[in-house]
């Protein structure tokens, strides 16, 4: 809806409107989390030939500010593309972030970060939505989630301590409490959502054709920090079905490989990595790491002086 937002911000709402009136048969082009939404449709036609009466599948919401006369080139769009969207909240200006724990929602996609900084901090799992000039090819059968670990499965209790003590600090830190489960982080409860998911083909004998993989791509070191990452998914029952620890090496390369239909991370820097190589990225805003950029500490005392001003 990039050509769309243009008319409204140059022209304002009500030729917005009309705009999108005059052009209701016209479906909007695919978005950046067109790919992720198709992959899921794809996981809950799966869940229905095995489980034809469950209605445990994913549930989609299309969530926007939009006025309610836009819902016609809306609903028209989802049709044309065959996409299964039956929930609309249009909220007609006002932010629609007040609806999402009505909705009970898992995660909240948007390309607006304050929005997406809003859920954060009423506790639903968010991330900002980043494109990529260009898209690796997708799997078609297979819906395949990239998270990183730190202040986005797990809490930043550890990337604190490597902030502000170094790594040498945070390798004993990690060892010491290597037994002991690290907080949860923003995105656990979606982590949880796919593995539920998962183990529904699981009981059916389809672990090995099941269509959802879930990948840890963590910038920790192995030997040295990667047992206490693994132990606490272990300790809260849940599983990926790959884990990737780069020891600092970068994420792009990997996430080229494993081709998924969305990365989280916490870092704009590994979000950029990734979309330099066509991996369709997705912001956390959460933890220590939103105050550093390439390890280096951002200065936000004169930004903060003029918002009190």
């Known amino acids: 809806m990039v050509k769309e937002r243009k008319v409204f911000e140059e022209e304002g709402l009500e030729r917005y409107v009309e705009h999108q009136q005059e052009l209701e048969d016209q479906p909007f082009s695919p978005g950046v989390s067109f790919p992720f939404v198709k992959a899921l449709m794809n996981v809950n036609a799966r869940l229905r030939e095995l489980y ?3 209605e445990e599948l994913f549930d989609i919401v299309l969530m926007t500010n939009n006025h309610a006369q836009v819902g016609v080139r809306l609903i028209n769009s989802i049709n044309y593309y065959d996409l299964t969207i039956e929930r609309f909240c249009m909220t007609g200006g006002e932010s629609p972030i007040g609806y999402l724990k009505a909705y009970m929602t898992n995660l909240y996609l948007s390309k607006d970060s304050k929005k997406v900084q809003e859920a954060i901090e009423e506790g639903i799992a968010a991330a900002t939505m980043f494109p990529c000039d260009s898209e ?22 550890s990337e604190i301590i490597v902030k502000k003590h170094g790594l040498d600090t945070f390798f004993r830190h990690e060892k010491e409490f290597e037994n002991k489960p690290l907080a949860q982080g923003p995105l656990k409860c979606f982590l949880e959502t796919l593995g539920k998911l998962q183990r529904k083909f699981y009981t059916k004998n389809q672990r090995i054709s099941c269509p959802i993989r879930t990948y840890l791509v963590t910038a920790r070191s192995a030997a040295s920090a990667g047992a206490r990452v693994l132990k606490t998914l272990r300790s809260w029952g849940l599983e990926v079905d790959e884990a990737l620890f780069l020891a600092g090496a970068p994420k792009g390369p990997l996430l080229q490989k494993i081709k998924p239909h969305i990365f989280f991370d916490d870092q704009m820097f590994h979000i950029e990595g990734a979309q330099e190589l066509g991996t369709i990225a997705a912001h956390v805003p959460y933890g220590i790491g939103q105050k550093y950029h390439k390890g280096k500490h951002i200065d936000t005392s004169d930004t903060e002086k003029n918002e009190k001003i």
């Open 52 to 54: 034809p009466d469950s």
């Open 136 to 157: 690796n090819e997708l799997s078609d059968t297979q819906l395949r989630v990239a998270f990183d670990g730190d202040a986005v499965l797990f809490s930043d209790e």
